[in-house]
């Protein structure tokens, strides 16, 4: 007869919970003689088995624990796995906690930061450097009232989608809601900016390490295109910035359709930027590929590369991105802002100059070289850096100076795309150069040393690009003191701005546009409107009182001439009325500012 006997045991692979030995039973004197010995043998193997299905257990709930990235507690008495796994609330705390996700995510809040520093600075200096930001507020605070973006300040009732292509702006309608000033569009810029940082400083710092990363996400953030373009306030290409960055960002980190996306509604930020799209489209495509045999004669070498392009499935894609952006380009260009501008054309095209003019003069150059040493050299190589080449062409063939200069924000959506040719390849250079040059000082490098400090010279060089420039930078200001809220021409311009009434229309310099968005129906006094205003407001300094010596209540008489029965004209589709019901007469003055106002004196 066979006895079995069962060995309680946490289960085992192949086993059903428990583990069975069997031993034949002990029937004459010298089994007797050893049942001892014999007993001691089976409690020790039994006590084996036992330990070593315990040890097996335990060491596939830890390897099970650590695939799922948590700590393996004690195995409930039943045997069973940890029934407790990880919170949604502890991996998103772990996601935010993370160094990667928090440095980027500190410098970000720290552009926004500074940047919106340096426009509510110059906005209580009254530092207006462009007429853009009373034209923007124009045209966001008629999109918050529901209505098209009609701008006064560019004319008689003028649609500001016939002056350039961008439907992006009405996303800001409902900033205009929480806070209607023109200043909430400089702190929508620094924001849009500081945004753009997280993305690309985030890919920085997985690529180059994450000091060296955050070293060339600061380089980014701090750039002189990103700091040119805030000192001049704001523009739609605030949201090109956003959309490069987060697009470029997905596209090296291999996100396909995040960065289709993001590429592809930059057509909707201003007409040109159809052409970037395109040229973006054909770099992506062509890095997407797979790369093929270099074997055969250039013809058949391209027709396979072709062939490559368009039968797989993200170069496909990619190509049709680019189509998409040639498409939107020509639509915007050439049907959409004709049909809307009063010129019943694309006025942009007479800014062109002769071609030989292209190369001349140097400042198109230096900031060309701005942008190699932004791109640390060697992103130059990268085929994302075609994507500068339409925005550089069409500024080098333009007739206007600020056109060529870094101070503008023609260069602010083009820092992230450098910034991104800088990352596509800084990453993979071996140093041949330094090695080289170690070698002919009879100092070997160590490839690793010598790939390393190329990195380092790359991000150094990248950030010299902005360095040099000093105290021509404008967040330097901030330090300085150079903007001054206090000063004695902020004050007067402030006591002018008092006594315009509220609800009026008013023609207004560039220094006093912005402030005067808010509350009133605002045009420039030296612009194309012939709409009589009530109310006249502007600087009245030392060259206004040599080139309009009667003061703005002469100037404004001698526009709009004083006549009670005049009718209204129609002007652009509105009907306007082109003179003054009453003459013109001084209602404020001071050493800065005067204030001239139909009839005098106005209540508000």
Not at 402 to 419: C, E, K, R, V
Request: charged content about 15%; some cysteine; proline content about 7%.
């Amino acid at each position: 007869m066979r006895i079995v006997k069962t060995v309680p045991s946490k289960r085992m692979p192949g086993t059903m919970g428990r583990v069975t030995t069997s031993h034949p039973e002990p029937t004459d004197a010298n089994s007797s003689a050893n049942s001892t010995t014999t007993g001691t043998t089976r409690r020790r193997a039994r006590a084996a088995i036992v330990s070593s299905c315990t040890s097996e257990n335990e060491s596939s709930s830890a390897s099970a624990g650590a695939r799922e990235g948590s700590i393996p507690s004690a195995a409930p008495e039943h045997g069973g796995r940890d029934s407790h796994p990880r919170s949604r609330t502890d991996a998103f705390l772990d996601a935010v906690l993370d160094p990667m996700h928090l440095a980027p995510l500190g410098l970000a809040l720290a552009a926004t930061t500074l940047y919106g520093w340096l426009s509510m600075l110059q906005w209580d200096s009254y530092f207006f450097p462009s007429w853009d930001l009373g034209i923007f507020a124009e045209a966001v605070k008629e999109y918050a009232h529901v209505n098209a973006p009609i701008v006064p300040i560019k004319g008689d009732n003028f649609n500001l989608l016939g002056d350039h292509f961008h439907p992006v702006l009405a996303l800001l309608a409902p900033l205009w809601w929480l806070w209607p000033s023109p200043a909430v569009l400089l702190w929508a810029q620094a924001a849009l900016f500081g945004a753009s940082v997280y993305p690309l400083t985030r890919v920085a710092m997985a690529k180059l390490g994450p000091r060296l990363g955050m070293l060339a996400g600061a380089g980014y953030a701090f750039s002189f295109g990103l700091q040119g373009s805030q000192n001049v306030q704001f523009h739609e290409y605030a949201f090109a910035v956003l959309f490069v960055a987060f697009g470029l960002a997905a596209f090296l980190e291999n996100r396909s359709k995040a960065a289709l996306l993001w590429i592809g509604v930059l057509v909707f930020v201003k007409e040109d930027l159809g052409l970037t799209v395109m040229m973006l489209g054909f770099a992506m495509a062509w890095m997407w590929r797979t790369p093929g045999l270099e074997a055969g004669s250039p013809s058949q070498r391209l027709r396979a590369t072709v062939a490559r392009l368009t039968s797989e499935k993200k170069p496909r894609y990619a190509l049709l991105l680019a189509a998409w952006g040639l498409v939107w380009f020509v639509l915007a260009t050439w049907v959409i802002l004709p049909a809307l501008s009063p010129a019943s054309a694309y006025v942009y095209t007479e800014n062109f100059a002769p071609l030989t003019q292209a190369f001349t003069p140097l400042v198109k150059w230096q900031t060309v070289l701005m942008f190699v040493a932004f791109m640390g050299v060697v992103g130059v190589t990268s085929p994302l850096a075609l994507g500068l080449l339409p925005t550089l062409a069409w500024r080098f063939l333009g007739s206007v100076e600020h056109y060529w200069t870094w101070q503008w924000h023609y260069n602010s959506f083009l820092m992230p795309i450098a910034f991104a040719a800088l990352l596509a390849t800084l990453p993979h250079v071996r140093g041949a150069a330094l090695t080289h040059l170690a070698e002919l000082r009879e100092r070997p490098l160590a490839p690793q040393k010598a790939q390393l400090w190329t990195k380092r010279l790359g991000v150094a060089l990248s950030i010299l690009s902005t360095a040099y420039l000093a105290t021509s930078l404008p967040l330097t200001w901030i330090a300085t003191g150079a903007l001054n809220p206090n000063s004695e021409f902020a004050n007067a311009a402030r006591e002018g701005q008092a006594h315009v009434p509220k609800g009026v229309t008013v023609a207004s310099d560039i220094r006093l546009m912005a402030p005067l968005v808010a509350t009133n129906d605002v045009q420039w006094m030296h612009g194309e409107t012939k709409r009589a205003p009530e109310c006249v407001a502007g600087v009245y300094g030392a060259r206004e009182q040599e080139q309009f010596p009667g003061g703005w209540a002469e100037w404004a008489n001698a526009k709009w001439p004083a006549n009670a029965s005049a009718k209204p004209e129609h002007l652009n589709g509105a009907r306007v009325i082109t003179s003054a019901r009453e003459p013109y007469e001084l209602v404020f003055a001071n050493s800065y500012v005067q204030v001239a106002c139909q009839g005098g004196p106005k209540s508000e």
